[in-house]
């Protein structure tokens, strides 16, 4: 085997971490996604209100065309995305409206409020699976009683996806008015009559909130308008998928799906006579949903998290349409073993003297910052993510570079941890270490994602986010009072900070942090609560390098260079020793090809101190003795001595008098 040269710990020394946001993986899969096309729908129905009703069909407008007409009994609005603004409506009967998602623009007026004499008002009920409350957006629903006559009655409903509704609370933009009218007296003059009456006061009226079964279930003629919603709003949904799949647009055809997956209408609620087909319609669909897609796709977005381009991958399965993200950043794990906590393991055998083999694990993780603008993004389209994709297995590429022989990657139950073991060239470990305490090596793989319900089968590849130590998942750094601790033994870098309403800031540039030091947060980024474990990386000093990590069969491959200072507490002319500081160079006798390892700055106290020995590590050369140079300066209390350059063949160094110049 060739030496394992004293040059690996040089290099080590010579890292610089590389900060800033991690390159995101790119994934492909290997065949373009396509559409199942859609069977003829259901012939749409022709459905009729009850007697008298007016029935408006406004699923092709966005905002009323004008005040609903009047009909003996009332009128029914179905829509779709349907904004009130800009409207005052007088109604002494019945209004149903109800729409898929309800939009408040300002200047909106509704007023069932009772006018004529022993008579109620109007009734008013609003169901919308959503309300959106836009900028300026106002409605107010006026139900008062005049004299004499009682207020009108105003539900509004919000469904599944509208918790307001569900729980009975009001949304922001909608205000009601249900005062009751004053009484007031009638003087009579005929014979026989009193010659004074009163007419009562006229009662209020009410405005309330309602959970969607409680409203329907209450009135019939509401049960009617929603089942003719429910239906038709299926049949066009139908009719746009069915377009969709005969062109195979698989985005408009995942767009449409993703709407019916947050369709919200139990079966319960559609009248019975309604019911046989509403039933058709929902088998037809889930039978086609089954199958429509792919078994998986991907999509890229691109987010700006502190203005950074940055591209994340959304995996949705096909049968589920569960959407979740692709790994933006591997955080490494640290394991106990014999009681160490370590970042990895370092493996050598005597029978394989020219390899090393380095474990180590990891958790995948989604940048939060990425996933909460990835999040914004699909929420508009109506999709939501579902954590961090783990549903594939993994098998890497090789490595043909980097000094790597062999990788095996291993994903742990769950899906999110990984366990990576590198077979490492022996004679060049540096050219693998290098990237591992910094920028992180980079790697890819092959995957195989298999369809829980149909056993189909998608394969593709994925560059994924570099492994690297730099990344830790458990970071020892805190946010207190405006400032950031660093309770950890090594310098880390923060990059940005998240405040208390769950927002973040970069931190430009970014804030280093020495071991157990505090450093204030910049005026901007005052607010921070927390720091995510992908904002932090860690550097690493070549002298507590291997204490980070546990090395089986150690003796054969590592030792370490110990130090001791054994110069006199006091020297003639220069009055009480202070601190010595030294360069170490290590090398190895007769092997010029590559460059010593070199520690420099470092600092020795007086001997027989707790800082007055210190030991590196060094990679135990099999061929050629070691050769350990030392020089540098004691420092006293009224001067300074400097050693001249010394070259020992053992890895035990004592500092002597005898050392320092003439």
């Given amino acids: 085997m060739r030496a394992l040269v004293a040059a690996f710990a040089f290099m080590l020394a010579a890292i610089a971490p590389v900060i800033g946001q991690p390159a995101t993986g790119r994934v492909t899969i290997t065949s373009t996604p396509s559409v199942e096309r859609l069977p003829s729908p259901l012939k749409k129905s022709v ?30 609005v179905l829509a779709g995305d349907l904004t009130l603004q800009n409207l005052s409506y007088e109604l002494d009967v019945l209004l149903v409206i109800v729409a898929d998602k309800l939009r408040i623009g300002p200047n909106a007026v509704i007023d069932v409020s009772g006018r004529q004499a022993r008579r109620a008002g109007g009734k008013v009920v609003i169901i919308a699976r959503e309300i959106t409350c836009e900028s300026g957006g106002g409605l107010r629903l006026v139900s008062k009683g005049g004299a004499g006559a009682a207020g009108g009655s105003v539900v509004v409903v919000a469904g599944s996806a509208q918790p307001s509704g569900v729980s009975g609370g009001m949304p922001a933009c909608i205000t009601g008015a249900v005062d009751g009218g004053p009484g007031f007296e009638v003087r009579d003059h005929r014979p026989g009559h009193p ?22 279930l209450s009135d019939g003629s509401v049960q009617t308008v929603w089942s003719m919603w429910a239906i038709e709003w299926l049949e066009n949904l139908q009719l746009n998928i069915y377009d969709a799949s005969r062109t195979n647009s698989y985005p408009r055809v995942l767009a449409l799906l993703r709407e019916y997956a947050a369709f919200d209408g139990p079966t319960d609620l559609v009248e019975s006579g309604s019911r046989e ?10 039978t086609y949903r089954k199958t429509a897609l792919p078994p998986l796709s991907v999509e890229e977005l691109t987010v700006r998290p502190g203005g950074l381009p940055q591209i994340i991958t959304v995996f949705t399965e096909g049968t589920t349409l569960r959407a979740s993200l692709g790994p933006t950043h591997a955080l490494t794990s640290r394991t106990t073993v014999d009681g160490r906590s370590v970042l990895g393991r370092i493996e050598y055998r005597n029978d394989l003297p020219d390899e090393l083999a380095i474990e180590v694990e990891w958790e995948l993780t989604v940048d939060p910052w990425a996933e909460r603008l990835a999040s914004e993004q699909l929420t508009k389209i109506g999709q939501h993510l579902d954590g961090v994709f783990a549903g594939w297995s993994l098998e890497p590429k090789l490595m043909r570079e980097l000094a790597v ?36 090596i980079p790697w890819s793989v092959d995957w195989t994602f298999t369809e829980r319900e149909t056993a189909r089968v998608v394969k593709g590849t994925w560059a994924a986010p570099p492994l690297s130590v730099a990344h830790q998942r458990e970071p020892l750094v805190a946010v207190v009072n405006a400032s950031l601790i660093n309770n950890g033994s090594r310098p880390v870098n923060v990059n940005y900070v998240r405040g208390k309403d769950g927002s973040f800031v970069a931190l430009n540039p970014t804030l280093r942090i020495g071991p157990r030091e505090t450093v ?43 130090i001791t200072n054994n110069l006199p ?13 030294l360069t170490i160079s290590a090398a190895v006798d007769g092997d010029t090809s590559v460059r010593p390892a070199v520690w420099s700055g470092r600092r020795l106290t007086a001997r027989g101190t707790r800082e007055g020995e210190i030991s590196l590590p060094f990679l135990r050369p099999t061929h050629g003795a070691p050769r350990i140079t030392i020089e540098g300066r004691a420092h006293y209390l009224n001067g300074e001595r400097t050693l001249k350059p010394t070259v020992f063949d053992t890895m035990s160094v004592t500092i002597t008098q005898d050392m320092f110049r003439e």
Avoid: C, K
Avoid at 202 to 207: A, K, L, M, Q, T
């Fill in 520 to 562: 204030s947060l910049p005026a901007g980024a005052a607010v921070a609560v927390s720091v995510p474990p992908e904002a932090i990386e860690t550097s690493f000093d070549l002298d507590d390098f291997f204490s980070d990590f546990y090395v089986d069969n150690a003796q054969p491959i590592v030792d370490r260079v110990v």
């Fill in 47 to 76: 459905m009729m209100a009850r007697p008298a009703f007016e029935v408006q069909r406004w699923f092709d407008r966005t905002e009323p065309p004008g005040p609903p007409p009047r009909s003996p009994r009332g009128t029914i």
């Fill in 405 to 440: 022989r062999s990788a095996a990657a291993t994903l742990l139950p769950g899906g999110h941890r990984l366990r990576v073991r590198f077979v490492v060239d022996a004679a060049r470990p540096n050219l693998v270490f290098w990237p591992l305490l910094s920028a992180g």
């Fill in 195 to 216: 010659p004074v009456s009163r007419v009562p006061p006229g009662r209020p009226g009410s405005v309330v909130a309602s959970a969607l079964r409680a409203a329907i």
């Fill in 569 to 581: 507490t006091s020297e003639p002319g220069y009055d009480a020793f202070d601190y010595l500081e």
């Fill in 277 to 286: 087909r509403y039933i058709a319609l929902l088998d037809q669909l889930n």
